[in-house]
């Protein structure tokens, strides 16, 4: 490991950003695992998807989730495979956001995805036990009817388009998430983009064809549409054996998403303490499992602390500040390669500047709609929790200037090619 990030003679692309507690012969994620652990990280299956329809009718949600995987996913996808190949280190979005812009908004970075992903790790349980207290007798079946899918909704009800972005936000999102397990994966600059590619389109069937057969099939109120409603319709089309499968699945995916979720937010840690942006302590593995202990048990804590909330909550919360870490990733996206054209990229989103430009501002207008429409508490949580984020950079660099903690000075985050392969000029 270099003493010094700045040297002359520093390769061209990034050296892969492992923690130094890692054995040489640890077991590394192949393609298979890599696709289902991005799926959890992501989806885990059609549950959650129910208040998109209470939202704004059958005939939206279905089109939001027919089109949101293209203005969003795949967008973000893109950005997740080219920047893993690029950087193949624990860390991911962290060390994106550093390599653009330095270690504040690297920190901020951190502070944002943490803290969305603890949140949102709340939000599983909450969803598990919705499913879990279905107990309804079945009282019909049916067929899908395809004309029950024009519904715009039952006249009278007020579309909450807060609740209906937020919905489809929160079950398509978190794709850069495994970027944090970079380090982990085997032969990442050829797994990652043909793992997020698989799981990117695992996913959007996985919503949609549940969503088309319920909504075919039952002709309920649309305010019957609430968390954990799939498994009431399960037994209103099948019977209480399909009702008690999907109960079954959905305990399954919770665990799923919890533990994907959990991995992501405590490799963040470690990854973070390997560049230098946190002490050492947070890179400690366990002995046994050469898993990152102290991450789970900070993530753990914090997601225990805020599991009182009500799901609607959790998932706002989470949305808002992860809204803000993706304006400031997308635009770490651009400026990479504005700033180190010539890095070395394994993966290559095939687009000059100009069309990434393009790519990246429809998302991140969704995104501004996404914080618009937040409720005031939702404002207040973020910006206590962006303030609190904002105090500890500072603090970590008092820490590190007096030495009063130990830090992994050598793996700070450097730059990554020599200066006249810098671009100062459009392209």
């Known amino acids: 490991m270099q003493t010094s990030s700045k040297s002359t003679n520093m390769p061209q692309e990034l050296p892969v ?5 890692t054995a040489t012969n640890t077991k590394k994620l192949t393609l298979i695992p890599l696709i289902f652990l991005i799926y959890f990280e992501v989806a885990g299956g059609p549950y959650g998807e129910e208040p998109a329809v209470k939202a704004a009718g059958t005939l939206l949600a279905i089109i939001g989730f027919l089109v949101f995987p293209f203005i969003w996913s795949v967008p973000e996808a893109l950005v997740t495979a080219e920047l893993s190949t690029a950087y193949p280190g624990n860390g991911g979005f962290v060390i994106w956001a550093e390599r653009a812009f330095g270690p504040f908004w690297g920190s901020l970075m951190g502070t944002w995805k943490f803290l969305s992903g603890v949140i949102n790790v709340a939000a599983f349980p909450v969803l598990c036990i919705d499913y879990m207290k279905r107990l309804i007798p079945a009282l019909e079946s049916g067929l899908p009817r395809p004309h029950r899918w024009l519904s715009l909704g039952q006249k009278g009800v007020k579309k909450d388009w807060n609740l209906f972005f937020n919905t489809l936000f929160w079950n398509l999102n978190f794709w850069d998430n495994v ?3 970079a380090g982990e994966v085997d032969k990442p600059q050829e797994t990652f983009p043909k793992a997020l590619f698989i799981a990117v389109i695992f996913t959007c069937l996985a919503y949609l064809f549940p969503l088309l057969a319920v909504t075919g099939a039952l002709s309920v109120g649309q305010s019957e549409w609430e968390d954990g409603f799939m498994a009431q319709a399960a037994e209103l089309i099948a019977g209480k054996w399909l009702k008690i ?10 665990i799923g998403l919890f533990e994907a979720q959990l991995s992501s937010s405590a490799f963040q840690l470690l990854g973070m303490a390997d560049i230098g942006s946190l002490p050492t302590f947070f890179g400690l593995r366990s002995k046994w499992f050469n898993t ?7 993530s753990t804590s914090i997601s225990l602390g805020v599991s009182y909330m009500n799901f609607t909550d959790i998932i706002s919360s989470a949305n808002f500040i992860y809204s803000l870490s993706m304006l400031l990733e997308f ?3 651009v400026w ?3 700033k180190f054209p010539m890095l070395k990229r394994p993966y290559r989103v095939p687009l000059k500047l100009p069309g990434l430009v393009v790519m990246c501002l429809i998302p991140c207008a969704f995104l501004v709609v996404i914080m618009a429409i937040a409720t005031k ?4 949580v973020s910006g206590v929790m962006s303030v609190a984020g904002i105090g500890w950079y500072y603090l ?15 793996g700070e985050v450097g730059v990554e090619e020599n200066d006249q392969d810098r671009v100062v000029g459009p392209l």
Request: positive net charge; contains cysteine.
């Open 292 to 298: 990152p202990w102290v991450g789970i048990l900070l």
């Open 336 to 338: 990479l390669r504005r």
């Open 245 to 254: 499968f999907l109960e079954v699945g959905a305990v399954l995916s919770a």
């Open 179 to 181: 970027s944090t397990l």
């Open 17 to 21: 950003t492992t923690t130094t507690a």
């Open 377 to 380: 508490k939702v404002y207040l």
């Open 331 to 333: 635009a770490s996206f």
């Open 396 to 410: 970590m660099k008092l820490c590190k200037s007096k030495k009063w903690l130990k830090f992994n000075i050598g």
